[in-house]
């Protein structure tokens, strides 16, 4: 029962262009939303956030979009460079009480010259 | 000055024997959590205290023990390890209350080989 999915497990674009990462979610108690990234042999870190309030939200190149009635939020990398090159995580959970994060599986992403 | 740190990175270890994975965090964070990165490379959460009580404990075997001799440290107990237990685990912390609360640091991860 995978209550947030990442569909697709890989990704490849070329540097410079724009990189969409998706993520859908079943559950309708999520009302904040993760992503993270992680290079090999390490653990996840922590890249931007959104909450359910909000359908935007920008961290310089990054930027995340949400869709609550279509359950989907969508990872944008403008322009995305060599060193994005890593595995991208979805993570959702409820706000309020503790924070139970339900992960996705990743996606690879590979951003080449 | 790491902020999540655990050890050890790397644990071979035999089918039916008992082990340890300790972890520390020095961001002064309040609630600490151990994941589980299957084959299928999901993270699951496996258990979450805070300020050393237990708070979240997902359905694993109770051959799986967490301990928080304080707010800091988090180790993980595995009893009678199986070759299902073969797993990357990781240890996270995070502060309740913040702005962005549900903001979770991750250690690098402990790489458990059951033979």
């Known amino acids: 029962d995978q209550q947030v999915k990442q569909n697709s497990p890989s990704l490849s674009v070329q540097e410079g262009r724009i990189s969409i990462l998706n993520c859908d979610y079943t559950?309708?108690?999520?009302?904040?939303f993760l992503w993270y990234k992680k290079y090999p042999a390490e653990g996840p870190t922590f890249l931007i956030s959104?909450?359910?309030?909000?359908d935007k939200n920008e961290d310089g190149r990054f930027t995340v979009f949400l869709n609550k009635s279509a359950k989907h939020l969508s990872l944008h990398i403008v322009p995305s460079q060599p060193g994005d090159s890593a595995v991208y995580f979805c993570?959702?959970?409820?706000?309020?009480?503790?924070?139970?994060?339900?992960f996705g599986a990743g996606t690879r992403l590979a951003v080449h010259p | 000055d790491t902020a999540v740190s655990q050890t050890p990175k790397y644990l071979v270890t035999q089918m039916g024997n008992d082990k340890s994975i300790k972890c520390e965090q020095n961001?002064?964070?309040?609630?600490m959590y151990w994941y589980k990165q299957d084959s299928k490379k999901f993270l699951k959460i496996m258990f979450s205290?805070?300020?050393?009580?237990?708070?979240i404990n997902e359905t694993v075997p109770n051959r799986f023990s967490p301990k928080s001799p304080d707010k800091a440290h988090l180790n993980l107990h595995i009893n009678s390890l199986e070759l299902g237990d073969s797993a990357v685990y990781f240890c996270?912390?995070?502060?309740?209350?913040?702005?962005?609360?549900?903001?979770?640091?991750f250690g690098p991860g402990t790489r458990l080989t059951v033979t």
């Open positions: 961001l002064g964070h309040d609630t």
């Open positions: 993570a959702a959970g409820p706000s309020g009480g503790y924070n139970k994060l339900i």
């Open positions: 996270a912390s995070s502060q309740e209350g913040e702005t962005a609360p549900h903001e979770q640091y």
């Open positions: 205290y805070n300020n050393k009580e237990l708070i």
């Open positions: 959104i909450s359910s309030i909000k």
């Open positions: 559950n309708s108690m999520f009302d904040y």
